[in-house]
């Protein structure tokens, strides 16, 4: 039960030396490299370039993200301000952001030293966490996927996924690493769509990437010269060519992240961030044909990326929508033109948190109730207000559900009640082959049909913080250690007690060594954890309570036809 009744609060929805943000020195021109003294780019010094031996012979072209909000006007700030100005309709940014196209340069993943005996698992796990690291321009902006040595078809386990660098991103601000976190929000920012599009059609504005692969391409006109780009992908490449729904709001929970635990509000408070802080809001709380505070998501277009008939509403993605609501009100500036915003984002905390607990919770006496429900109510006065059929009740569910205490349901749409446990841990069990499509992944006790996900071993832990019970983690924590590096750190284990390595699990995943990282991090500081997760809000949950005591809704205006 603790860990299902943290989920909307926890997630706010992720090495050697320290590297604060402020060292980071980008121009805000084009940096053209000379191939005769093969120089690059630093993040990590102040002063001038750093000189390396010459490799190739070849320029790159690399274009920067700029270190500061100037009045340039290069061609990014240009088209996006265009943009924003006409989206937002609430913000004045014009020529007050980055300029240059920063972010859509890289390397590819460094070559993976020769890797030595650790001293224990911790100390293996940091050498790998720094192997998948990518570099765009001699700087570091993120973590690839897996980095398994002996994979020869890595496919797209070799680009930098946004929801899969969160864990490595709070590893890296947990242990003072802040160059990379700060590198890959604002690279990432770049990336945002504007005028994107997949398979004709533009995502919405707004929309984050779902990853992005670093790409090296020749220059026009110069066969010697090449330029490094990074090469968003917005589902077009992803199984079932689904958008990624949750991306924009790790992006958020990160921003927050990356603010309170290095104490830089430079990042959060530049009017490019803003902006795009601003249009991943605007999308999600754009009005449509449903009427409900929850957020519509397409079957497998986040975290669970296969279809398990969770379109709708998942609990999931409502999880990290609230927590990216609290962590975005926090960030926005106080102006004029945010007041709308502000006031709609308000609203929708409200009525998503009295929505979520009134009819999301499910526990004895609440079964009950459904197991007695009248169907076909009209009026406000329905008590079905969701016309459940209690024969929707499975008989597992009626054995499994504990005498006290209770969880959140996985999905609720008008006549579906998806009764199956999604929460923080991973205990995912569900009535597989017509629900999944008989996806071979999600064979009975595997992948996302109830297997056993390490990455997850984080945000068990700071659920387990926050509702003071460490030593839940700690004992999870205890059992990871015992296995999973002698596993090859993989991707995700199979049957009920994840006694196999899962059939199709990428070894050397880095969500799973980061989510070993950050858990062990935080069980030595709990206090760390509070840069993910949000206090309660007194406000919300008075008006949640004043919901409840209502019941009856009532009209503020009748009209007359």
């Not at 387990?464 to 059992?479: F, Q």
Request: glycine fraction near 6%.
């Amino acid at each position: 039960m603790g860990i299902a009744v943290v989920a909307l609060h926890t997630m706010p929805g992720a090495f050697t030396t320290h590297s604060p943000a402020s060292i980071l020195s980008l121009r805000p021109d084009f940096t053209r490299i000379n191939s005769r003294t093969n120089s690059v780019p630093n993040a990590r010094t102040l002063q001038g370039v750093l000189r390396i031996p010459r490799l190739r012979s070849v320029r790159r072209l690399c274009q920067r993200i700029d270190d500061r909000v100037t009045e340039g006007n290069g061609p990014w700030v240009k088209d996006a301000m265009n943009n924003a100005s006409q989206v937002l309709g609430d913000i004045s940014v014009l020529g007050q952001a980055v300029s240059g196209n920063g972010g859509l340069n890289g390397s590819a993943a460094k070559t993976p030293p020769q890797r030595r005996k650790s001293s224990s698992v911790e100390d293996e796990a940091w050498e790998l966490l720094q192997e998948s690291m990518v570099y765009y321009c001699g700087s570091p902006v993120g973590t690839i996927a897996a980095n398994d040595p002996n994979d020869s078809d890595p496919v797209n386990y070799d680009q930098v996924f946004i929801r899969d660098f969160i864990p490595s991103g709070i590893a890296f601000l947990l242990k003072g690493e802040y160059e990379i976190v700060r590198n890959f929000i604002l690279h990432t920012l770049q990336l945002q769509s504007w005028e994107k599009t997949m398979d004709c059609h533009s995502p919405g504005q707004g929309l984050m990437p779902a990853s992005f692969k670093v790409r090296t391409i020749p220059l026009d006109g110069d066969e010697d010269a090449t330029e490094e780009v990074l090469d968003p992908d917005f589902g077009e490449a992803a199984i079932g060519r689904v958008a990624p729904v949750d991306s924009g709001l790790w992006w958020i929970i990160l921003l927050r992240a990356y603010g309170k635990c290095s104490g830089d509000l430079s990042v959060q408070e530049r009017i490019d961030v803003q902006t795009g802080m601003k249009m991943i809001l605007k999308l999600c709380l754009a009005d449509g044909f449903d009427m409900f505070p929850t957020l519509l998501v397409t079957d497998g277009s986040c975290m669970i990326d296969r279809r398990m008939g969770i379109h709708g509403h998942p609990l999931e993605i409502q999880a990290l929508f609230y927590s990216a609501l609290l962590c975005a009100r926090e960030m926005l500036t106080q102006e004029d033109g945010s007041a709308d915003l502000i006031r709609a984002l308000n609203n929708r905390l409200i009525a998503l948190s009295f929505h979520i607990r009134e009819y999301y919770w499910l526990d004895m006496q609440k079964l009950n109730e459904i197991y007695r429900y009248k169907t076909e109510e009209y009026s406000y006065d329905a008590v079905n207000k969701f016309n459940i059929y209690p024969d929707q009740i499975s008989p597992w569910l009626v054995e499994w559900i504990p005498p006290k205490g209770g969880y959140f349901i996985g999905n609720l749409q008008p006549a579906h009640m998806d009764f199956r446990f999604f929460s923080l841990g991973n205990l995912w069990s569900i009535e597989w082959k017509i629900i999944t499509g008989s996806d071979p992944k999600n064979t009975p006790w595997s992948y996302h049909n109830g297997g056993s996900w390490p990455t997850l071993l984080w945000q068990l832990t700071v659920a387990c913080i926050k509702m003071n019970r460490p030593e839940l983690a700690a004992k999870a924590i205890e059992v990871a250690e015992r296995r999973i590096a002698t596993d090859k750190w993989p991707e995700y284990y199979d049957t009920k007690r994840a006694r196999f390595i899962g059939k199709q699990s990428r070894l050397y995943q880095t969500w799973s060594i980061a989510g070993f990282l950050v858990a062990k991090l935080l069980i030595e500081k709990p206090d760390a954890a509070r840069i993910l997760w949000n206090d309660e809000d007194a406000e919300i949950l008075n008006a949640s309570s004043t919901n409840r005591k209502r019941g009856k809704k009532v009209l503020k205006k009748t009209y007359i036809v």
